[in-house]
């Protein structure tokens, strides 16, 4: 069993910034990409950024400049520093990764972290 859990959510003002943090956990040969979605209300869910294991990134165009992603692939984690934030980056949160496993590979999600930027 693989588990995803997410930390780092919260209330910011406008402008502020937050760090989102994933580690993924359990019986894992490997991960190839991990990534960050997240889903406002009413909204479908969407790609913030995504990392391979070789470290190439992509970001939606949204928040290109803004937020970074990075990842430790001894440590099963990737993190989502996200910097001058819009109340339109509220949202819920997701971290998600392709992992191989012993059944093979599996899309994985975490449970998702709430973000909230106040204008």
């Known amino acids: 069993q693989v588990h995803l859990v997410e930390s780092g959510g919260g209330l910011v003002q406008a402008g502020g910034f937050l760090r989102l943090s994933c580690a993924a956990s359990?019986?894992?040969?490997?991960?190839?990409?991990m990534g960050w979605y997240r889903q406002a209300p009413g909204k479908q869910r969407e790609l913030v950024a995504g990392?391979?294991?070789?470290?190439?990134?992509n970001y939606a165009d949204s928040v290109k400049g803004r937020f970074t992603i990075s990842r430790d692939n001894a440590k099963n984690t990737v993190s989502l520093q996200m910097n001058s934030l819009k109340p339109e980056d509220t949202a819920v949160y997701y971290c998600?990764?392709?992992?191989?496993?012993?059944?093979?590979?599996?899309?994985?999600w975490g449970q998702g972290t709430q973000v909230t930027v106040s204008s």
């Open positions: 990392i391979t294991s070789g470290g190439s990134t």
């Open positions: 998600n990764g392709k992992i191989a496993t012993m059944m093979g590979i599996t899309n994985y």
């Open positions: 359990g019986r894992i040969f490997s991960i190839n990409v």
